[in-house]
């Protein structure tokens, strides 16, 4: 008894990766004044704008947006003597990267 099978094969063009890597927050230091500048590792070639999020009741916000290439950026109008949460994400044409892990920082 003979047995036929089909097959198919099947390959897909694509083009240049758009995978983004995660950035790594290093370091949040309080300047005075409600400031905080959030520091980070650049890990992606690709990006357009890192974006760095607060955690405001809960809720991670937008707190600001950057240029590509940079690492770092101050927050400012932030309440002295409050804890205030920071991450950081990488953002570009795929899209946005898994967030940084959160840091802590007491405002002064």
Do not use: C, H
Request: hydrophobic share 40%; proline share 4%; aromatic share 6%.
């Amino acid at each position: 008894m003979d047995y036929f099978r089909n097959t198919a094969a099947a390959t897909t063009q694509t083009g240049p990766s758009t995978t983004i890597a995660a950035p790594q927050i290093t370091s949040a230091p309080s300047l005075g004044g409600g400031k905080v500048m959030v520091r980070w590792i650049d890990n992606s070639t690709n990006e357009s704008q890192f974006v760095v999020e607060r955690m405001v009741n809960g809720v991670w916000q937008a707190a600001a947006a950057t240029a590509p290439n940079t690492t770092s950026t101050t927050v400012t109008g932030l309440k002295a003597g409050s804890v205030a949460t920071f991450r950081v994400k990488a953002v570009g044409s795929g899209g946005q990267t898994a967030a940084s892990t959160a840091m802590n920082v007491t405002v002064r």
